[in-house]
């Protein structure tokens, strides 16, 4: 990687002496954490309990398959897939982990010309996969049980207990500055991540950043079964365009291949399997737990490709709305709603900035003011 403020951001570790606002950011990162994950009880479940069933494994059946080919294991074996119920996460890595890989995600398809990353800026591209769920952090929420507390990304205090469904917002609301990101959860010290970025990387625009933030989750609803994949298409627009709306941006070609890589790149990003050893010298944070690669076991290795290019043909052929004919298409109440409650946010940013009591004020008034609206936003889901 020739760019270094791109390789610093991407690096897993830089040197003690250290300590920028971005450095502060990443070692923070490493402490949210998403894995083990109970998929039976919903919650992140007890990493000493998690060990004892990969010692269990290791002590029955490494001989038969050893533990980094489970995950892709096809064995019918009923006791080795129970292991492998237990073990194998659909997002092995901490939020510095899964942002990382999302963001090397980025660099390999550019190296390799994959055409998920034509006509992109890579800078741009890789910054707003890092950032993509920055929002999944800096709040200080935490869990305990069994002795254990941990910084819990999975939460139901997240989001203002809106729900994970409510997350991208808050992910689009941090970088559009509009709330800062806590670095030490007892002094309160925190950093705002619409500066950080606007220094350390002038060159991007930061709507465009967190736009894809915004619609990240959007691109993985087209393999969901049920529906038609016309409709689906539909859907993605009417989304995107209001979501454009909510950043005051003009929607564009460009700007949904943003959208779609950074939301491919989320996928992908489950594990590091794909990124070793390392992609331009830069070396993937270890998988600390065993992950399942959702890029694969979803198929979206296979269809990514398609959707986009329908995604892309649809918007060509009937303009920015999506819908035939050009014709204006009346958007449901669930994007209406998730516009105003960002757009709200997104225009109290300019008053919050002129003073730091007004942005603390600021974001008080707006986030208790919008959380009836996000709620109605999910349930309409």
Not at 57 to 62: G, H, I, L, S
Not at 199 to 225: Q, S, T
Not at 312 to 329: C, E, Q, V, Y
Not at 337 to 353: E, F, G, K, L, P
């Amino acid at each position: 990687m020739n760019n270094p403020k791109i390789s610093k951001l991407l690096a897993t570790t830089n040197s003690d002496d250290d300590t920028s606002n971005l450095e502060e950011i990443k070692s923070v990162m490493k402490t949210y954490i998403a894995s083990p994950w109970d998929a039976i009880n919903k919650k992140i479940y007890n990493g000493n309990l998690y060990n004892k069933y990969r010692k269990e494994y290791n002590d029955k059946f490494a001989s038969k398959i050893n533990e980094s080919d489970l995950c892709s294991s096809k064995d019918p074996d009923s006791e080795i897939n129970r292991y492998k119920g237990l073990l194998c996460k659909s997002h092995s890595g901490n939020l510095f982990e899964h942002s990382q890989w999302a963001a090397l995600h980025i660099l390999k398809w550019h190296i390799e010309h994959d055409d998920v990353m034509a006509d992109l800026n890579l800078e741009t591209t890789l910054i707003a996969a890092f950032f993509h769920d920055i929002g999944k952090g800096g709040d200080c929420i935490k869990t305990t049980e069994n002795g254990e507390t941990w910084l819990d990304i999975y939460s139901k205090e997240k989001y203002n207990g809106e729900g994970e469904a409510s997350h991208p917002i808050h992910c689009s609301n941090m970088i559009l500055g509009n709330k800062d990101f806590i670095i030490d959860c007892e002094t309160k010290h925190e950093i705002n991540i619409k500066e950080l970025i606007e220094k350390e990387y002038p060159e991007v625009k930061i709507k465009e950043i967190a736009l894809a933030a915004l619609m990240h989750w959007e691109f993985g609803k087209l393999n969901i079964p049920g529906g038609t994949a016309d409709d689906k298409v539909k859907t993605y627009l009417t989304i995107f365009n209001e979501s454009c709306k909510t950043i005051e941006i003009e929607p564009s070609e460009q700007l949904l291949k943003l959208c779609i890589a950074v939301a491919c790149a989320d996928i992908a990003a489950g594990t590091n399997k794909r990124l070793l050893p390392n992609v331009g010298g830069i070396t993937p944070a270890d998988e600390v737990w065993l992950g399942i690669d959702p890029f694969v076991s979803y198929g979206m290795d296979k269809k990514y490709l398609v959707y986009r290019k329908s995604i892309l043909d649809a918007f060509a052929s009937n303009g920015i709305m999506g819908t035939s004919g050009g014709a204006k298409h009346r958007s449901p109440s669930l994007h209406s709603t998730r516009h105003n409650a960002v757009v709200r946010r997104t225009r109290s940013a300019r008053s919050r900035r002129r003073s730091r009591r007004g942005r603390r004020i600021g974001v008080k008034r707006i986030t208790r003011g919008n959380n009836r609206i996000n709620k109605r936003t999910i349930s309409s889901r």
